[in-house]
């Protein structure tokens, strides 16, 4: 497949998605580095694919406990919390995921707003137990 998308890149180098199925070509072969190059491209792209590149491009750096990193992919495509551009399960995911990244680095105030909105556009049980756990942890007095 890497072979394929490759050669693909050299014909059409403006087809993007060539890079994303490369992208996750090279996920499947343990190759995040470039996978994150590919999804790089992809993500910065007009294609139907972006948001599926950026949000994997944030999972990579979460699984490298690069929170920061991937706080930084997640705030940087605004198009993630869109949704007259992406789709509710999307925009769910994406405020999901930034709401792990604020939590992990201790701002809890913006993890919950993530959190709450992430529940405005779908029922993922883990935003709820996040939300849930948000609330409880900023009632504590350590935290006002």
């Excluded at 972006?50 to 929170?67: G, H, P, Q, T, V």
């Excluded at 779908?122 to 939300?131: I, M």
């Amino acid at each position: 497949a890497i072979r394929t998308c490759t050669q693909a890149i050299a014909d059409w180098p403006n087809d993007t998605y060539s890079y994303y199925w490369r992208g996750i070509s090279y996920l499947a072969l343990n190759r995040p580095d470039s996978a994150l190059a590919d999804f790089a491209i992809v993500a910065d792209a007009e294609n139907d694919h972006r948001a599926s590149a950026a949000l994997a491009m944030a999972k990579i750096y979460f699984d490298r406990n690069d929170i920061q990193s991937a706080l930084d992919i997640l705030n940087k495509y605004s198009y993630l919390y869109n949704s007259d551009i992406e789709n509710k399960t999307t925009v769910a995911s994406s405020y999901d995921n930034r709401c792990y990244a604020y939590m992990q680095l201790g701002d809890l105030k913006k993890a919950l707003a993530d959190c709450t909105a992430s529940l405005q556009y779908g029922s993922l049980p883990d935003a709820y137990a996040k939300q849930q756990a948000l609330v409880r942890r900023l009632k504590r007095p350590d935290n006002l």
